[in-house]
């Protein structure tokens, strides 16, 4: 499975991005991989943001984004999607997808999932 990540950029504080990710590949049963975001600001540890399951029935936010970012997808186009809100600066980071094949429910350690994109950058100004 390869993940191919986008929608990230520069953005002032209170803007909104919406970031993409779309799987390719091993893609047959897209659904019965669980999908979800992790994020890496400079000089800090990958963090897990958020988690959807296969069939997009359960989903998991960070408790500290929750109000503001929203993960969905859409298993027709093969693409996860996460909607983030209110940006601040504090949310400056790589974002990265990452699937699981069979897991229906997060896991904050990265090693829990299977495949990674390449990462989207997401910048915000404040």
């Known amino acids: 499975v390869q993940l191919q990540a986008s929608g990230g950029g520069l953005v002032q504080a209170g803007g909104s991005l919406r970031l993409s990710c779309t799987a390719s590949?091993?893609?047959?049963?897209?659904?019965?991989?669980?999908m979800g975001w992790f994020r890496q600001a400079p000089g800090k540890e990958r963090e897990f943001v958020s988690f959807?399951?296969?069939?997009?029935?359960?989903?998991y936010t960070l408790p500290s984004v929750k109000a503001r970012f929203t993960i969905s997808r859409d298993n027709a186009k093969n693409t996860v999607y996460l909607q983030m809100n209110s940006l601040k600066s504090e949310d400056t980071a790589v974002y990265y997808c990452?699937?699981?094949?069979?897991?229906?429910?997060?896991?904050?350690?990265?090693?829990?999932?299977?495949?990674w994109g390449q990462g989207t950058q997401v910048t915000v100004s404040s």
């Open positions: 959807i399951n296969g069939g997009g029935e359960y989903t």
């Open positions: 590949g091993r893609t047959f049963s897209i659904s019965s991989y669980a």
């Open positions: 990452v699937a699981a094949p069979g897991r229906e429910f997060p896991d904050y350690a990265p090693g829990a999932y299977d495949y």
